[in-house]
């Protein structure tokens, strides 16, 4: 395509999006013009590396209307007469009519600020989420009546209702999601073809293998504790609750220590919960961490896990990108059969999988993977090749670079 594309996000920069702010840096690298149209400020304190080296300048929209009502006044007054204003003002109020509430007003007065301070330049929009950026984005592609596209990925997908998706993949030009999973559901939504699949892949040259190899513990020594890490936002979905009461069920003579790397509203929670079972002491919540120290994390821990699960609300996770950065560290994955969790880990080949919810599993998984080095040590490798050979960043973000009008890439062997 000629011309710039806008990336419409909830949020910009954040920890936890490393996937989106990759995605954006290689396609710059390859050649995209891109603007970044950002609903909500940042509220992390710090900022992964990828994020200093992305040259898209970041355009922040209102992200409560009453707080710049001047901006959206404007917006409204400069485009209220235009060729786009009446059908997606029309589509606005039908949306409205099934969602009443303050979000969707919301969702309009951002699109008109975006349509209106649209660089001259941008001839498409693209939305990272299909709930609100893609509903700001579409009304704002019908007001300057330019094309639209979206990437879905796993709570917009699974927390929306359907007549929302149905209509926003019938509207849009193009869209993709980063699961077989997610394809196999949205497309019961979308015209044919409308969906394709575009895994998000793991640049490898930010988590190169480790230097050294890891000490081969195996729990009885208290001076010298297996290491065990997760890494995820402290949300329901993710399940650490869940895997903390599996910790609390580890026989009373095996020395390990436990690792949990991300923030959230739950965070407080989970360091109750681990209070309640009588770990808290081996049990450390550093929080939210930029992506050098989540890397030294990998490095010094001996085993992953994560315990997802589907929220009361219906969210789950897709693919978290956290299993791929642990398998690129050789790190022995445990997680569960959810979702597409099973698109890059095969039981007993590259990790252990367990179903959701199965804590007395889990404690029997973990217990074998803490005794276990030399097992740790196979599926750790199995899983660095895995990610190697099939979920590189390079040849994931092909098939996306190509829809947005880029030249393919020349062929390389990827896994050289």
């Known amino acids: 395509m000629s011309g710039a594309v806008a990336f419409v996000l909830k949020g910009y920069p954040r920890l936890s999006e490393t996937f989106i702010a990759q995605e954006i840096r290689a396609l710059e690298k390859r050649g995209l013009d891109i603007r970044l ?3 909500r400020h940042p509220t992390d304190r710090a900022r992964h590396p990828v994020h200093e080296e992305i040259n898209a300048p970041v355009v922040y929209l209102p992200e409560y209307l009453h707080h710049e009502p001047a901006r959206v ?5 400069a485009l209220r007469h235009s060729p786009g204003y009446l059908a997606a003002r029309r589509g606005w109020r039908r949306d409205f009519a099934r969602d009443r509430t303050r979000n969707r007003i919301r969702r309009f007065g951002q699109a008109l600020v975006l349509a209106h301070e649209l660089a001259p330049d941008i001839t498409h929009l693209h939305a990272h989420f299909l709930h609100t950026p893609a509903s700001v984005t579409r009304y704002a592609a ?5 094309p639209w596209s979206c990437s879905a990925h796993a709570k917009d997908i699974w927390t929306s209702e359907r007549w929302d998706i149905s209509e926003k993949l019938a509207d849009c ?3 993709v999601t980063c699961t077989k999973a997610n394809l196999e559901h949205l497309s019961t939504m979308a015209p044919p073809e409308r969906v394709q699949l575009a895994y998000h892949g793991l640049d490898l040259a930010r988590f190169p293998p480790p230097d050294t190899a890891r000490a081969e513990r195996d729990g009885t ?13 402290a949300v329901e979905k993710k399940g650490h609750d869940d895997l903390l009461a599996a910790l609390a069920r580890l026989p009373q003579n095996l020395h390990w220590r436990f690792e949990h790397v991300g923030g959230g509203p739950l965070q407080g929670r989970l360091e109750e919960i681990a209070q309640r079972h009588g770990i808290a002491a081996r049990c450390t919540f550093p929080g939210a961490q930029a992506q050098e120290a989540v890397r030294a994390a990998y490095r010094r821990a001996d085993l992953f896990a994560l315990m997802s699960r589907e ?7 897709g693919l978290p990108n956290v299993l791929m950065e642990a398998q690129s560290q050789g790190l022995a994955v445990l997680a569960t059969s959810i979702s597409a969790i099973p698109e890059l880990i095969a039981h007993e080949n590259n990790g252990l999988l367990i179903a959701p919810r199965d804590i007395d599993a889990a404690a029997r998984a973990l217990e074998r993977l803490i005794s276990d080095a030399p097992l740790r040590g196979r599926l750790g490798a199995a899983g660095q ?3 190697r050979h099939k979920f590189a960043l390079d040849p994931c973000i092909e098939g996306l670079a190509v829809r947005f009008g880029l030249a ?3 062929t390389t062997d990827q896994a050289g």
């Open 311 to 317: 929220a009361v609300d219906g969210d789950r996770d």
């Open 37 to 39: 149209y950002s609903l």
């Open 221 to 233: 020594d208290s001076g010298d504790p297996v290491v065990i890490l997760s890494v995820g936002r």
């Open 385 to 387: 090749e895995i990610v």
């Open 142 to 146: 019908q007001l300057r009546g330019h």
């Open 173 to 175: 030009a193009w869209a």
């Open 408 to 410: 393919p890439a020349p």
């Open 73 to 77: 006044l404007r917006a409204w007054r």
